[in-house]
């Protein structure tokens, strides 16, 4: 009966912060924390169970547009500490993102399902492929060029790409073969709809290839010079390192050692929703682990837009934090964005939490105000 009571009491605890905004202490479990890894069939549980409906956002986001990505990581890798759990938006900067911090899991938490489809696209072609180039080859249907290794830097993978064209053949066994692995291999029941995203996806690669950018399906919102797949990759932390995840042999190989672990797990969600992001971190802390990281990009620029923002705020204080968690965004410490989303910005996730029960936060410029570069 005590322990009833305790429970009920606990319960109570976090009912009340999620009520006012306050985060809620980590309780810290025994060893068995985290798995090293999630059967297929927990993750398609995750992807299914803990996902919310398909909803609508402004573009397709087949990629980053933001060339400042990196420049935060040597902040960021000051401040975490790998084992925690990430949380992230959007399509392939969460990769460099993970390989960087080296979390115990990833949720990768979108409100276009198409975002989780992708994931699931990229997934496939990095299991399929054991180095850089192969990868490539598949993502870009071109025949893989000669001479590439595990040496290769990434500006000469990329440069080797640039004259290599597309090849509809090397595209219909590439596609034949990432629909067999995910629902042969895998066995994740897709549906119709999902398969049909999957070629829709991998159509654009095809068409663009290294030269794919964040405006090809007209998502650019009128801006032009918005950098390309390649140019992402071959971007650096203003120190001279670069850190994408296809900067090295080693950084491509420790996200495919994640993917084949199925920990990089990509949920439907609403940020201001009421499922993925609590329903993900409740399985966090079931676990006795922290989000240490939380990579929003711009989305809660959106989110004030539309009214939910609070909302998100709510659903971060629900998360186990402690005090070295952080938001990665983009924009500038101050205020604005600048052309291509340039900057990016960290900023303590308690500390905002902490702003915004004292009232302190109340638009996205007091958010960008209250970040650093």
């Known amino acids: 009966m005590q322990l009833v009571r305790r429970g009920r009491a606990a319960a109570r605890r976090v009912a009340v912060a999620i009520a006012v905004g306050v985060a809620v202490p980590v309780a810290r479990l025994a060893p068995q924390g985290l798995p090293d890894h999630l059967s297929d069939a927990e993750f398609w549980h995750m992807v299914t169970d803990f996902s919310e409906p398909d909803g609508y956002f402004r573009s397709e986001n087949l990629l980053s547009n933001e060339t400042g990505f990196q420049t935060v990581i040597p902040q960021l890798l000051a401040t975490v500490e790998p084992g925690g759990v990430y949380f992230g938006v ?53 025949p893989r060029p000669a001479g590439l290794d595990a040496s290769t830097s990434v500006d000469s993978l990329f440069a080797a790409f640039a004259g290599v064209a597309h090849d509809s053949l090397f595209y219909s066994r590439t596609l034949a073969a990432v629909k067999d692995h995910l629902v042969k291999d895998h066995g994740f029941a897709l549906s119709q709809v999902e398969l049909q995203l999957l070629e829709h996806n991998l159509d654009a690669f095809y068409e663009a290839g290294p030269e794919l950018s964040y405006n090809f399906f007209g998502g650019g919102f009128g801006g032009r010079g918005m950098p390309t797949y390649a140019a992402l990759m071959m971007q650096n ?44 971190g409740s399985y966090v802390r079931t676990h006795g682990a922290v989000v240490t990281v939380f990579y929003t990009s711009n989305v809660e620029q959106y989110l004030f837009q539309d009214g939910k923002w609070l909302a998100f705020a709510k659903n971060v204080s629900t998360l186990p934090l402690d005090s070295t968690s952080t938001f990665i965004r983009s924009g500038r410490a101050g205020g604005g964005f600048g052309g291509g989303m340039r900057t990016s910005l960290l900023q303590s996730i308690q500390l905002l939490l902490k702003g915004v029960d004292e009232g302190r936060v109340q638009s996205y410029q007091d958010v960008l105000q209250t970040s650093h570069e």
């Open 237 to 280: 932390d203003n120190a001279g390192v670069h850190r994408s995840y296809l900067a090295t042999e080693a950084a491509y190989r420790t996200l495919r050692e994640f993917e084949l672990r199925n920990l990089v797990v990509p949920l439907t969600g609403d940020f201001g929703g009421s499922k993925a992001i609590v329903t993900a």
């Open 90 to 142: 959007g399509p392939e900067q969460n990769f460099t993102y993970i390989v960087a911090t080296r979390p115990r899991l990833a949720f990768i938490i979108d409100i276009r399902h198409q975002n989780a489809v992708q994931h699931l696209l990229y997934k496939a072609l990095i299991e399929l492929s054991d180095n850089r180039a192969d990868f490539l080859a598949r993502l870009f249907s071109r």
